[in-house]
T-cell receptor, first 112, second 113 residues
Framework: EDQVTQSPEALRLQEGESSSLNCSYT??????LFWYRQDPGKGPEFLFT???AGEEKEKERLKATLTKKESFLHITAPKPEDSATYLC?????????????FGKGTKLTVNP | NAGVTQTPKFQVLKTGQSMTLQCAQD?????MSWYRQDPGMGLRLIHY???????DQGEVPNGYNVSRSTTEDFPLRLLSAAPSQTSVYFC????????????FGDGTRLSIL
């Protein structure tokens, strides 16, 4: 069983069509949940960190929220330049050491 | 602002060859790590370092070696390349530990024939 699951795998939107990406996790003792954006041929670029349930962060058209077992990345009125793969990563403590696992990502395409 | 610099950007190797992937950061970050990214899989941690002289294994360390002699540099060595090591390799750094956002390089695309 994957510890971090992102859905959907791929999402196509029309410009201006709002939607949400999901990141669910099964680990206990969450220390942090991270969202990254990755453009083709590039390394992931940091977007947000969420540390506790109920926390929200916003940046331009993006808003990240966190519950006890999942996080959502809401995209409001997206533009073609928002097209990218969005990755989430979950950090937790296990056996006295820190663990960090990435999800497989959601590939977002925004058509003009 | 250079950030995290990886070299080379592309490399083709033959099975059994060895090589070193270079990673340098200019942000004075203590924590550095290496990941591999394969189609249909998330980024997987190979090795990491919490400071100069200190390294540890991640999720998929077999076939790879690392060392950290300076704060700035964290090279990844493939001892005897295998086709299963064909992947895109990313180096990342963060100021202190995993609890802080990581800064990634743009990757090295490695093909092993």
């Amino acid at each position: 069983e994957d510890q971090v699951t992102q859905s959907p795998e791929a999402l196509r939107l029309q410009e201006g069509e709002s939607s949400s990406l999901n990141c669910s996790y099964t680990v206990s003792g969450l220390r942090g949940l991270f969202w990254y954006r990755q453009d083709p041929g590039k390394g992931p670029e940091f977007l947000f960190t969420l540390y506790s349930a109920g926390e929200e962060k916003e940046k331009e058209r993006l808003k990240a929220t966190l519950t006890k077992k999942e996080s959502f990345l809401h995209i409001t009125a997206p533009k073609p330049e928002d097209s990218a793969t969005y990755l989430c990563a979950v950090q937790w403590e296990w056996g006295g050491s820190e663990k960090l696992v990435f999800g497989k990502g959601t590939k977002l395409t925004v058509n003009p | 602002n250079a950030g995290v610099t990886q070299t080379p950007k592309f490399q083709v190797l033959k099975t059994g060859q060895s090589m070193t992937l270079q990673c340098a950061q200019d942000m004075n970050h203590e924590y550095m790590s290496w990941y591999r990214q394969d189609p249909g899989m998330g980024l997987r941690l190979i090795h990491y370092s919490v400071g100069a002289g200190i390294t540890d294994q991640g999720e998929v360390p077999n076939g790879y070696n690392v060392s950290r002699s300076t704060t700035e540099d964290f090279p990844l060595r493939l001892l005897s390349a295998a086709p299963s090591q064909t992947s895109v390799y990313f180096c990342a750094s963060s100021p202190r530990d995993l609890n802080q956002p990581q800064h990634f390089g743009d990757g090295t695309r490695l093909s092993i024939l």
